[in-house]
């Protein structure tokens, strides 16, 4: 490139590119992975916390919650340990929400500071791929709910339908009509999304108080429920099962903490996406918590097992009306969190490795086609596996890329960065060949660290790498902290140059 367009800055710290005609001839540029003009900045605090209400209210965190009741823990337990993550991953999910707000850039665009135009397709790629596992998921149990609400409505003939693969024909039709839905809104763009997030927020906690309603009046109040004792106590049974479980909260969101700025790129300050998150995350998730930690014990004392999945205890459930009305609510909550959090970033991350050949929508449609491949059934199928081998393991890798991130943005850079070579192959940015060796290693070591003892379900007994087991329930942790370290080690010795002059600050 002959030139570098200069920046504008604003009075409240965000960061314009007002001249994108040299930059949009470079192969590492498409619209949508462009900086977000100022004039497009315009999410509200209502916006962000309405994003949160709609990610957290949904059948998967409602399954996250009753999981821990079907580990044995009490509504205490249970309640402390999701608080507890929640406003743990807080931190990280702010910390990298900073640069998206300042500069206007997605995710991906975001970590080629740190991993280079190329590699930064290492982590935007390992982000994508747990989307889509978590697309697949939310798909598989979006369907198993309107697939109650069907049965309720049409009887044993769709009930009692036969089996293909495993399950019922009806259930992979309703798979395949939800899939096809959410993949239509998520072709129509990110203002579609918006839109949807919006008038279906104030919607989704419907359906979970009409089934705690109905759990709370056959189970004789909240009396039999809080007095449910807890079966691991508070001796070591507790303590052995409460690390990995605080790990596996932690990672239910590390994803988000990854990919905010996908979202804080269209905020109109950095006051707004703070307070909008702040008062989004820790709340939303406390209250779908203590849902659905009261509904799977009301539904213990009244069917003697914690059936965790919504949709399944529903089913149980003697009034059609109460089934109908309450799951036709989660099917939309779970649509709302699924294009939200599982598509928006995936699409960035696809296009991302491909700028000018996959746009933001054909990168939600291979987001679609992979969430099918994983075969989300099988994910979802039992809580050991869901928290242990699932979350556990990706939360453990993520949470290395996250400490590089935050490493390199707030310790090496202090949140300065020369946005126009984000997209030039011969700025800083380049490093060596498109890579930055010291984010691989760091991200390397702090995923090995994380993950490398891991055990039980498809791990070995013994872990994976045996002297590292005592390190995986704290995977989360270890791989954010030994990243970080690494990195500003390793980035120590380099000589850190300067981002790009910008003209003297202009009127927001």
């Known amino acids: 490139m002959a030139t570098i367009p200069l920046t504008t800055t604003h009075d409240d710290g965000r960061v314009d590119l007002p001249d994108h005609s040299t930059i949009e001839r470079s192969r590492f540029y498409n619209p949508e992975l462009a900086p977000v003009p100022i004039e497009r900045r315009t999410w509200t605090t209502y916006n962000y916390f309405a994003l949160w209400m709609g990610m957290a209210h949904n059948i998967p965190s409602y399954t996250l919650a009753a999981s821990l009741i079907a580990l044995g823990m009490d509504w205490v337990q249970a309640f402390v340990t999701i608080t507890l993550g929640n406003l743990i991953v807080l931190i990280p999910m702010l910390l990298n929400s900073h640069a998206g707000t300042k500069y206007g850039i997605p995710f991906p665009v975001f970590s080629r500071a740190y991993f280079g135009l190329r590699g930064a397709n290492l982590a935007a790629l390992l982000r994508a791929f747990i989307a889509c596992g978590w697309f697949g998921i939310q798909t598989w149990v979006g369907a198993e709910a309107l697939n109650v609400i069907l049965g309720k409505l049409i009887g044993d003939s769709w ?18 009509v939800f899939w096809v839905f959410q993949m239509l809104i998520i072709w129509r763009g990110m ?15 419907v359906g979970f108080l009409i089934l705690l309603g109905y759990v709370l009046v056959k189970a004789g109040g909240f009396g039999p429920i809080l007095s449910a004792p807890s079966k691991l106590g508070w001796g070591p049974d507790f303590w052995k099962v409460f690390a990995p479980t605080l790990m596996a909260m932690i990672a239910f969101w590390s994803t988000l903490s990854l990919n905010m700025p996908d979202f804080t790129r269209f905020g109109g300050g950095q006051r707004q996406q703070v307070r909008g998150q702040i008062l989004g995350l820790p709340t939303t998730m406390s209250f779908i918590a203590i849902v659905a930690i009261l509904t799977t014990s009301g539904g213990q004392l009244l069917y003697g097992e914690a059936i965790w999945d919504p949709s399944q205890l529903a089913a149980r459930f003697s009034s059609p009306v109460v089934v109908v009305v309450a799951l036709f609510a989660l099917v939309f909550a779970t649509v709302s969190c699924n294009l939200a959090a599982n598509v928006v970033s995936p699409s960035y991350d696809f296009s991302n490795a491909f700028p000018k050949r ?12 992979i969430g099918i491949v994983i075969q989300p059934w099988r994910l979802i199928s039992d809580p050991n596996v869901y928290i242990f081998s699932w979350l556990g393991f990706y939360g453990g890798v993520l949470g290395a890329v996250a400490g590089v991130l935050i490493a390199g943005y707030w310790l090496r850079d202090r ?25 691989i290693v760091a991200t390397g070591i702090g995923a090995v660290l994380a993950v490398g003892g891991a055990y039980n379900g498809p791990f070995p007994a013994d872990g994976l790498i045996p002297v590292l087991k005592p390190l995986y329930d704290y995977s989360w942790v270890v791989g954010l902290v030994a990243s970080l370290l690494t990195f500003v080690v390793l980035s120590r010795p380099a000589q850190r140059r300067e981002p790009v002059a910008s003209p003297e600050p202009a009127a927001a």
């Open 191 to 205: 203002d579609a999304i918006r839109r949807f997030e919006n008038w279906t927020a104030p919607l989704v906690s």
């Open 415 to 439: 949140t300065e960065l020369a946005v126009a070579e984000l997209y030039d192959p011969n700025g800083r940015y380049w490093y060596s060949a498109g890579w930055n060796w010291r984010a």
């Open 358 to 369: 996959i746009t933001f929508a054909l990168g939600g449609l291979i987001t679609g086609v």
């Open 159 to 176: 009930t009692g339908s036969a089996m293909v693969a495993g399950q019922h024909w009806t259930l992979w039709l309703c798979f395949a």
